[in-house]
C-alpha cells in the first residue's frame, strides 16, 4: 500500500458554509478547506468575527447556526449528520471559549453523567462512584484544581480562569479524540496558561488530534502545533508551520489582508 | 357544631340561603353569623377586581358543590400515597374536610404538643387573623366543618415535623371541602409543620385557611404541599402573625390542582423578626395557579425574603403578585424578593406582578423578576458533552426547581418533590437534590 492510500484524515472539512440560523441570517463560514491528521495538533489565527469560533461551534453542532454547503467527515463518518451528543460520544471535544455557567448542577453530577454517555456509547461499562471519583480526582491533581471544584454548581461563579480550567479538566475527564479548543488561552495568567496547556499536551496522541482557536501566539508556545492557519472573512486564507504564527504575532493579520487583495 | 358541619346545600345555593345552624357557642356563631353576611354581599370574587383580576373562579360559582361524606374506605386506599407518619411526630388525617382518626397517627404526643379537632373544641383564636381576608376565606369560616388545632407550648422543640393531611375522595357529586387550621405557637417554641392537600381523582373544590400565630422567639417551619387531583380546585388563605424575634419559614408547593389560588399573608409585628417565603409552582396542562404573597413590615429590624419559582409546561398559566408593605415606622426594613419562572413551552403563559408599598426612610426593600424559556446555550453546552438533548432539558428543569426545594428541611416533603420531578422529567427514580451538588447559593435564607 502506497503513502497516499493509508492516509486517512481524522478531520476533513471541505468547502463548509454557514450562516447565522435566523431569517436573513448573515453568511459567516464561507467555504472553509481543513485537513487535519490523526496525531496532529493545527491552531487557527484569525481576527475577531472572521468565522473561527463558529467553525468550532458549526463542529459541535450548534443549532444557532445553519449549515448552507460543504461537508465535514470524521473518522470517515459524515459528522454533519450527528446530533451534538452523537458528535460527542464519537470523541470530539468542544472547549468553549465562554463556558456556561448551570446553577443547580454539580460539575460531579454532570461530568458523571457525561463520562457514562460516552463509555456507554462505546460498550465500555459505567463508571460507579469510586471508579468515577478516582479518575476525577487523577485528572484534579493534573490540573492542579481544588477539590470543591466537583461540588459546586457548573462554572456558576467561576473566575474566567477557572472556567476555563474547568473545560479543559472536563476535556481531560471525557477523553475525546477531537479536542476543539476554543481560545482556551484568554483570561488566564501565565500560570494557569501553563497548566492548561500541559493538560492539552497530555491529550496529544498518535491516534488523537487537537484544533486550536486562538487570537494570539502565546498559547502556541506551550502547545506546538504542527499546522498554523490564518482565517479571514469565513475562510482559511493561508496555512504554514509554527514560524506562520510567529509572524502573524509580529506583523498583525493586516499584511494577509493586503497580500491577498493583491492577488 | 356538628348541623353547621354539615351543610347540605350547594354552594351555588348558598348564596340566598340563611346562615346554617350553629353550634350554640356565641363567640363562634357569631363569627360565623358575621363571615356568613360577609360572603353574602360580596359573592365570589369577579375578575373586574385587581386582585382576582387573572383567576377566574366563575367555574367554581356556578358549580353546585355540596359537602362530601366522609369516606374512611376511600381515604385509607389513597392515604399510603401521602403519609408519612412514620417520620412526623403527629398525622392528623381528614378526609372531605372532616376528621379521620382512625386514619391518623396521634398517639405519643408529648405533652408540649396539643393536637385536636377544631369541631371538638374551637379555640377563640379561631379567625382572629383571616378575619374577612377575602370572601373566600368568609365562606370558610362560615362553612368549615372541621379542621385542626395545634398548639406547642412555651419553649418546647418538637424534633420531628406535624403532618396535617386533608385527603379528598372521589364522590358521586361536586364535593366541596372548607379544611381550617389553627396553629398556636407559643414564644421561644420551635416546630415544623406540614400541611398537605391531596387527591387522585375527581373535580372538587378545596376551600383552605389556616391562620398562625407565632409567638415571640418562636421558630416555625410552615410548608405547604398541594398535590390534589389535577381535576381539582384549590383555593386557601394563608395568615400569619409574628411577634418579636419570630423567625418564621414558609415553602409552598403546587404540584396539583386545575385551578389553584393561595394567598398568603404574613405580617411582622414585632421586631427582629425575620420571614422567608419561598414557593414552587410546577404545572403542565392547562393548568393554572396564582399566589398572591404579602409581607407586612409593621416593625422595626425585620429581614424578609421570598423566593418564587415557576416551571411551566403546555398551556398553562402562572401567576405570582408579591407584595411587600412597610408600615410607617417600620425603619431598617430588608426585604428582598425573587420570582423566576421557567416556560418549557410557546404556550405556557407567567403574570409576575411585584408590588413595593413602603412608608418609611431608612429601608431596603428589592425585587426581582425573570421568565423565559430554557437557556438553549446550557442545553447546547450539557449535549457538547454527550448528554442526551431531552436529558438535557430535564435536568436543567429539575435544576431549577431544585434551587427551591433544596431549601426545604422537612425531608418528606422535600422527598415528596423530588419523586414528583423525577417522574415528570423523566429522570432516574432514586435522582436526590443532594446529588446534583452545586448548593452554592442554596440555604441562605431559609
Redo the contacts between chains.
Keep these: 500500500m502506497g503513502l497516499l492510500e493509508s492516509f486517512v484524515a481524522l478531520l476533513e472539512i471541505k468547502d463548509l458554509r454557514a450562516r447565522v440560523a435566523a431569517p436573513g441570517g448573515k453568511d459567516i463560514l464561507k467555504g472553509v478547506n481543513l485537513t487535519i491528521a490523526a496525531g496532529e495538533v493545527h491552531a487557527i489565527m484569525g481576527k475577531n468575527g472572521s468565522g473561527k469560533s463558529t467553525l468550532a461551534q458549526v463542529l459541535m453542532g450548534r443549532d444557532a447556526y445553519q449549515v448552507t454547503g460543504g461537508s465535514v467527515h470524521y473518522k470517515g463518518i459524515d459528522l454533519l449528520a450527528l446530533s451534538t451528543e452523537e458528535r460527542a460520544r464519537e470523541g470530539v471535544f468542544l472547549a468553549f471559549q465562554y463556558p456556561v455557567e448551570i446553577p443547580g448542577v454539580s460539575t460531579s453530577y454532570f461530568l458523571k453523567a457525561a463520562v457514562n454517555s460516552i463509555r456507554k456509547h462505546k460498550k465500555l461499562p459505567e463508571l460507579d462512584s469510586v471508579a468515577f471519583l478516582k479518575l476525577v480526582r487523577e485528572k484534579m491533581a493534573m490540573l492542579k484544581m481544588d477539590a470543591s471544584f466537583m461540588n459546586r454548581a457548573i462554572n456558576e461563579g467561576f473566575s474566567g480562569g477557572e472556567k476555563k480550567r474547568n473545560e479543559i479538566f472536563q476535556m481531560a475527564v471525557c477523553d475525546p479524540t477531537l479536542s476543539l479548543m476554543d481560545e482556551t488561552d484568554s483570561g488566564l495568567d501565565i500560570d494557569a496558561l501553563r497548566i492548561v496547556a500541559e493538560g492539552a499536551n497530555r491529550l496529544r496522541g498518535p491516534e488523537r488530534a487537537i484544533l486550536l482557536i486562538t487570537h494570539y501566539q502565546r498559547l502556541l508556545n506551550y502547545i506546538t502545533p504542527d499546522v498554523v492557519h490564518v482565517m479571514l472573512n469565513g475562510r482559511i486564507v493561508r496555512s504554514g508551520d509554527k514560524a506562520l504564527a510567529l509572524e502573524l504575532e509580529e506583523r498583525g493579520y493586516e499584511w494577509v489582508e493586503k497580500e491577498l487583495a493583491a492577488v | 357544631m356538628t348541623q353547621l358541619a354539615e351543610p347540605t346545600q350547594s354552594v351555588a345555593c348558598l348564596f340566598a340561603a340563611p346562615v346554617p345552624t350553629l353550634s350554640g357557642i356565641t363567640w363562634l356563631d357569631d363569627l360565623r353569623r358575621v363571615a356568613w353576611q360577609h360572603f353574602q354581599e360580596t359573592g365570589f370574587p369577579s375578575t373586574s377586581e385587581e386582585d382576582w383580576r387573572l383567576t377566574n373562579l366563575a367555574p367554581i360559582a356556578r358549580t353546585a358543590f355540596r359537602p362530601a361524606a366522609i369516606d374512611l374506605a376511600a381515604g385509607r386506599e389513597i392515604l399510603g400515597k401521602f403519609t408519612f407518619a412514620a417520620d412526623a411526630a403527629a398525622e392528623m388525617v381528614f378526609v372531605n374536610g372532616l376528621f379521620a382518626p382512625t386514619l391518623s397517627s396521634l398517639d405519643h404526643l408529648p405533652a408540649s404538643l396539643q393536637i385536636s379537632s377544631l369541631a371538638k373544641s374551637p379555640h377563640e383564636q379561631l379567625g382572629r387573623l383571616a378575619i374577612h381576608a377575602n370572601a373566600l376565606a368568609n365562606l370558610n369560616t362560615a362553612a368549615f366543618a372541621d379542621g385542626a388545632m395545634v398548639r406547642v407550648a412555651k419553649s418546647a422543640t418538637i424534633p420531628r415535623p406535624i403532618h396535617l393531611l386533608f385527603l379528598s375522595t372521589l364522590a358521586d357529586h361536586p364535593a366541596v371541602s372548607h379544611p381550617r387550621t389553627l396553629i398556636l405557637a407559643e414564644p421561644n417554641s420551635e416546630f415544623a409543620i406540614v400541611e398537605t392537600y391531596a387527591g387522585v381523582h375527581g373535580g372538587y373544590f378545596t376551600n383552605a385557611v389556616t391562620e398562625i400565630f407565632a409567638g415571640d422567639d418562636s421558630r416555625i417551619d410552615h410548608n405547604r404541599l398541594q398535590q390534589e387531583s389535577h381535576e381539582a380546585c384549590h383555593i386557601s388563605t394563608t395568615s400569619v402573625r409574628m411577634g418579636r424575634g419570630t423567625r418564621f419559614v414558609s415553602h409552598s408547593s403546587t404540584l396539583g390542582g386545575k385551578l389553584t389560588r393561595n394567598d398568603l399573608s404574613v405580617l411582622l409585628s414585632g421586631q427582629y423578626g425575620q420571614a422567608t417565603v419561598n414557593g414552587l409552582v410546577l404545572l403542565d396542562g392547562t393548568r393554572h395557579c396564582d399566589n398572591h404573597t404579602l409581607l407586612d413590615h409593621a416593625a422595626t429590624d425585620c429581614p424578609s425574603h421570598e423566593l418564587y419559582k415557576h416551571v411551566l409546561a403546555g398551556k398553562s398559566t402562572g401567576v405570582f403578585a408579591g407584595k411587600i408593605l412597610v408600615r410607617p415606622g417600620s425603619q431598617k426594613t430588608d426585604s428582598k424578593q425573587t420570582s423566576k419562572t421557567l416556560l418549557l413551552s410557546d404556550d405556557a403563559c407567567m403574570n409576575s406582578q411585584p408590588a413595593l408599598e413602603i412608608y418609611a426612610d431608612d429601608v431596603k426593600c428589592t425585587h426581582g423578576s425573570t421568565t423565559g424559556p430554557m ?4 442545553v ?10 431531552d ?1 438535557a432539558r430535564q ?2 428543569t ?3 426547581a ?2 427551591v426545594t433544596r431549601r426545604i428541611k422537612v425531608e418528606p416533603v422535600r422527598r415528596r418533590l423530588e419523586d414528583y420531578m423525577a417522574q415528570q422529567q423523566g429522570l432516574p427514580t432514586d435522582l436526590r437534590i443532594a ?7 442554596a440555604v441562605v435564607n431559609s
Design positions: 437557556d438553549e446555550e446550557q447546547f453546552y450539557l449535549r457538547s458533552r454527550g448528554v442526551q438533548h436529558a435536568l436543567l429539575y435544576a431549577f431544585a434551587d446529588d446534583l451538588g452545586g448548593a452554592n447559593e
